[in-house]
């Protein structure tokens, strides 16, 4: 929410009113795709893989105890099992929480709130932080509209409150002595919106003059050739890859290590400036043309696509570790 391309499949729809089950399903990622979230839940374990392996035994210990808060914690236990040790446990507890923002959409105690199917805020508490007790989804806080032009065509205004007026939010609770109730609600929310963000489709959308408020990240880019993705963001939602925690633990670990230089940089508006630029050099190239599509998804497009977004979730997972091991009290 992330944002846009629906990973859920019917079982998932229902995490949160078939729990242990439910939960099952989010692991093995199993889904069609249409618009809602960010990557893929696959995606969203990746970068939380790679951040968990990195972080401090302080902070580890911090965050641990902070999700014990989150009303799916027992959940996530139930659904890893017994059999394992008590870091595993954790580390796919912390995998699983970075799914939460995305599969609450499918509880329906959660409301969409906004227009624009609940992607446009227009009330007076779109920006509120009050834990757990909110049960609005905030959709539009799983991205950064910048706005971009090929046709000269006027461009709209920023939406606010999104992902990075909610990450200073967030990021301030976990630094301050907030209750850990928030600090929880705060974590969980942060571990996704990092995934979010280094995704380039969710910093941008291309205006013109059939889509003059923007093309939704992607979502009005009619694609094929390229599996269950009918539309643009819907393949970038998927490029990693799909299966369990246990193919995600498989998958990151062959990871080349990210950029050090870059890694350090834990200010979000680099991050979404970079996702800026990298989707109109990268994501919007051909065989993506100027207009709506449909196109044809080539196997070098695909190719380079999934080198590009393996570079991100590594990064992605980079930053969040720093993120935390300097922040989180």
Known sequence: MTYRSRSISKTLSRLYLTSVMALVTVCIGVGLSAPALAWNDFGHMTVAYLAYKKLTPHTKERVDQLLKLCPAYQAWVDQIGSGVSEEEKNTQVFMLASTWPDTIKGDHNYKSDGSQHGFRPDSPTAAQNIGYSDYQLHKYWHFVDQAFTYDKTKLPEDIEPNALTQMAAFRSVLASDSP????????????????????????????????????????????????????????????????????????????????????????????????????????????????????????????????????????????????????LK
């Not at 969980?188 to 923007?214: A, E, K, M, Y």
């Not at 400036?273 to 993506?288: M, R, T």
């Not at 080198?307 to 922040?327: D, H, S, T, Y």
Request: charged residues 25%; hydrophobic residues 35%.
């Open 180 to 327: 850990d109730d928030l600090k929880s609600f705060d974590l969980v929310w942060i571990i996704h919106i990092v995934g979010d963000l280094h995704q380039p489709l969710h910093c941008v959308t291309r205006v013109s003059r059939t889509h003059p408020n923007g093309d939704s990240g992607g979502n009005d880019v009619k694609i094929s050739g390229a599996g269950d993705s009918k539309n643009l963001h819907g393949l970038w939602d998927w490029i990693l890859g799909k299966g369990t925690a246990r193919d995600v633990i498989a998958y990151a670990d062959k990871l080349p290590e990210a950029n050090t230089k870059l890694a350090k940089k834990i200010d979000t508006t680099v991050w979404t400036d970079e996702g800026f630029k990298l989707a109109q050099k990268k994501v919007y190239c051909s065989p993506i043309k100027k207009n709506e599509g449909p196109f044809e998804i080539t196997d070098s497009y695909i190719q380079k696509s999934r080198a590009l977004a393996e570079q991100r979730a590594e990064l992605g997972g980079a930053r969040l570790a720093n993120l935390l091991n300097a922040e």
